[in-house]
Nanobody, 124 residues
Framework: QVQLVESGGGVVQPGGSLRLSCGASGRTFRRYAMGWFRQAPGKEREFVAAITRDGIMTLYTDSVQGRFTLSRDNAKNTVYLQMSSLKPEDTAVYYC?????????????????WGQGTQVTVSS
């Protein structure tokens, strides 16, 4: 079993940046592909980005392409979501998720373990 803990959320002005981190327990982190999702009030959880377990390939939803960058450090059991040029519509609770597979996925049902979420608020 993998335990995931997100951090780095907060309040930022439009156009600003934040870096979210997701730390994982256990010594098998490199076996897991990772993903980030977000959920705004009254909306369904939506896919943000995913990365293969070796970090070679990434996938982004169209609305964050070019603004967000997902990376991982397997030696530190951590994935990072660098968010830039933030917009008010990026406001949501952001969740980290893992799946014991190599490939990329974008549906919540494809992921096995989830963190508790971290709030990101973009507001002036």
């Amino acid at each position: 079993q993998v335990q995931l803990v997100e951090s780095g959320g907060g309040v930022v002005q439009p156009g600003g940046s934040l870096r979210l981190s997701c730390g994982a327990s256990g010594r098998t982190f490199r076996r897991y592909a990772m993903g980030w999702f977000r959920q705004a009030p009254g909306k369904e959880r939506e896919f943000v980005a995913a990365i293969t377990r070796d970090g070679i390939m990434t996938l982004y939803t169209d609305s964050v392409q070019g603004r967000f960058t997902l990376s991982r450090d397997n030696a530190k059991n951590t994935v990072y979501l660098q968010m830039s040029s933030l917009k008010p519509e990026d406001t949501a609770v952001y969740y980290c998720a893992s799946r014991e597979a190599y490939g990329l996925a974008s549906k919540p049902a494809d992921f096995d373990y989830w963190g508790q979420g971290t709030q990101v608020t973009v507001s002036s």
